[in-house]
């Protein structure tokens, strides 16, 4: 994504001292795949195709792990922005149960890289809860448990009388083990490092400028005219689609957060929890290893010119206004506020999958709040797909799903 759409202090990319530095590109090269972007997406698409031993570069346009990486609060859940009796309209139940697994299979995939690893992106897998502070809304927790429940995934119903949390809660959904939350610019660099072991190369402020396809492949020529001759290209560069398609993915909106200074006496109970109310826009919050609480949401209407002050203070004071209500005994203090662009689906999922028109153009765009667990998805499905397996579950984030 484009940082001019990223404004504020980004938490994740200033707590942190730049881990590395990559090159730029210098000369012609060849490869087998090329990965436009070099953020979080990038990072696990080179994870997968480097580790099932195939040739590719990342190229980033700025920096690694800076864009809307930096702006993801990482709150991971298995769930969907919609509740899934909302979702039905737009696809089947069976789809939205098998994108629920889909997602906690995600969550395994970062658990498995990170006990492989080393955990030196704060990885922490933790329980996620969706609920709501209205009545009339507690039939709607009750529907959402059930469906669940129904389709074996552990879950718990949370309301007035069991009710663990300082805050209102009417009805809620805990799902056990079903979120995680780390830190994105570590995880990014953390990738990319293993997967550089392996072959993969990567390049930053290299960006691509031109694409040409001809029968036996791509080029792609970037800004200092050397050009990457590959089989194909995969676009992963959020919303940033301009130069590969004139095809409009999914709606745009700005999303703020806000970071607070690190608090003593956050109880354990939600270091262990990621949570997210059903309001319209929603909000969503959790903890850092240090003990900061990041609340996110009040989304609005894109704004290109994402300089506009006085509609930036009002989301960030709607949010501090949030967190000091939902945790009156806490002292308070906002270190970080941010925002940026971000993109969403009618049915919440993300685009994964060959161009529909041209084969050697593929996407792996991770629109919606579980950006980072469909980008995981895509990294096993299309290694799977290069080499010449096509992962079934795929059809869930066709790229033309929404073509009439």
């Known amino acids: 994504?484009?940082?001019?759409?990223?404004?504020?202090?980004?938490?994740?990319?200033?707590?942190?001292?730049?881990?590395?530095?990559?090159?730029?590109?210098?000369?012609?090269?060849?490869?087998?795949?090329?990965?436009?972007?070099?953020?979080?997406?990038?990072?696990?698409?080179?994870?997968?195709?480097?580790?099932?031993?195939?040739?590719?570069?990342?190229?980033?346009?700025?920096?690694?792990?800076?864009?809307?990486?930096?702006?993801?609060?990482?709150?991971?859940?298995?769930?969907?922005?919609?509740?899934?009796?909302?979702?039905?309209s737009y696809t089947s139940m069976e789809n939205i149960i098998k994108s629920y697994k889909l997602g906690i299979k995600a969550l395994?995939?970062?658990?498995?890289?990170?006990?492989?690893?080393?955990?030196?992106?704060?990885?922490?897998?933790?329980?996620?809860?969706?609920?709501?502070?209205?009545?009339?809304e507690k039939k709607g927790m009750e529907e959402e448990y059930d469906i669940r429940k129904e389709a074996g995934l552990p879950v718990e119903f949370i309301d007035e009388d069991n009710n663990p949390f300082l805050f209102d809660v009417k009805g809620g959904v805990l799902g056990k083990g079903g979120g995680a939350v780390f830190d994105p610019y570590k995880f990014t660099h953390h990738l990319i490092e293993v997967s550089c072991?392996?072959?993969?190369?990567?390049?930053?402020?290299?960006?691509?400028?031109?694409?040409?396809?001809?029968?036996?492949?791509?080029?792609?020529?970037?800004?200092?005219?050397?050009?990457?001759?590959?089989?194909?290209?995969?676009?992963?560069?959020?919303?940033?689609?301009?130069?590969?398609?004139?095809?409009?993915?999914?709606?745009?909106?700005?999303t703020f957060n806000i970071a607070t200074s690190?608090?003593?006496?956050?109880?354990?109970?939600?270091?262990?929890?990621?949570?997210?109310?059903?309001?319209?826009?929603?909000?969503?919050?959790r903890t850092t290893r240090d003990n900061r609480l990041i609340i996110g949401g009040e989304d609005i209407n894109f704004i290109p010119d994402i300089y506009n002050e006085q509609l930036c203070s009002k989301s960030y004071e709607t949010l501090e206004q949030r967190l000091k209500s939902l945790f009156p005994n806490l002292n308070i203090e906002i270190e970080y506020r941010y925002c940026g662009a971000f993109a969403s689906t009618q049915d919440n999922l993300g685009f994964i999958g060959k161009d529909p028109t041209n084969s050697k153009l593929w996407y792996c765009l991770g629109y919606g709040a579980n950006g980072i667990l469909f980008a995981m998805l895509g990294g096993m499905m299309l290694s799977k797909l290069y080499s010449g397996e096509v992962d079934k579950d795929m059809n869930l984030f066709k790229v033309d799903r929404f073509d009439h």
């Open 262 to 285: 690190p608090i003593d006496n956050i109880e354990d109970i939600y270091k262990n929890v990621v949570t997210r109310d059903n309001r319209v826009p929603y909000n969503y919050f």
């Open 108 to 136: 395994d995939e970062i658990q498995e890289f990170i006990d492989k690893y080393g955990n030196r992106c704060d990885f922490k897998r933790v329980d996620s809860f969706l609920y709501t502070a209205k009545k009339l």
């Open 197 to 254: 072991e392996k072959g993969l190369r990567a390049y930053e402020n290299t960006e691509v400028i031109d694409v040409k396809y001809c029968d036996d492949g791509v080029t792609v020529e970037t800004v200092y005219g050397h050009k990457v001759k590959g089989k194909i290209v995969i676009v992963a560069t959020g919303y940033n689609t301009e130069l590969f398609t004139k095809r409009t993915f999914g709606t745009k909106t700005t």
């Open 1 to 88: 994504m484009d940082t001019q759409y990223v404004k504020g202090d980004c938490i994740f990319a200033r707590i942190n001292k730049t881990i590395k530095q990559y090159e730029y590109l210098t000369e012609d090269i060849e490869t087998e795949v090329m990965i436009i972007g070099g953020g979080v997406t990038g990072a696990i698409l080179g994870y997968y195709f480097s580790k099932n031993n195939i040739n590719c570069v990342i190229l980033e346009k700025a920096r690694i792990g800076h864009g809307s990486t930096s702006i993801t609060t990482s709150l991971l859940q298995y769930e969907l922005d919609s509740n899934a009796m909302e979702l039905k």
